[in-house]
């Protein structure tokens, strides 16, 4: 069974940074898509950032410009460097693949707050 493991949430003040990793224990030619994704109580979990295997990058229209995903083919993990964190950013983020087959995976979650 796949295996999502996230690190590198915690608390931040405004105008900080955060990176977020995520490591996975499928090999990497297997994925498809890598993604980040967060939630805050009471909404939907939204797509924040995403990469393919053609390292195409798709990006929501709140983070562009601060947020930047990536991948390390050779260590099985993805990241999302967070810039220029606002409160609103505050969330559960949550990592995301889905395999070449479209089988989709989920890490555990992490917590990101954004507070002065």
């Known amino acids: 069974q796949v295996q999502l493991v996230e690190s590198g949430g915690g608390l931040v003040q405004p105008g900080g940074s955060l990176r977020l990793s995520c490591a996975t224990s499928?090999?990497?030619?297997?994925?498809?898509?890598m993604a980040w994704y967060r939630q805050t109580p009471g909404k939907e979990r939204e797509l924040v950032a995403s990469?393919?295997?053609?390292?195409?990058?798709n990006y929501a229209d709140s983070v562009k410009g601060r947020f930047t995903i990536s991948r390390e083919v050779d260590k099985n993990t993805w990241n999302l460097q967070m810039n220029s964190l606002k409160p609103e950013d505050t969330a559960i983020y949550y990592c995301?693949?889905?395999?070449?087959?479209?089988?989709?995976?989920w890490g555990q979650g992490t917590q990101v707050t954004v507070s002065s």
């Open positions: 990469i393919s295997r053609g390292n195409n990058v």
């Open positions: 499928a090999t990497m030619y297997s994925i498809n898509v």
């Open positions: 995301n693949q889905v395999s070449v087959n479209g089988i989709s995976n």
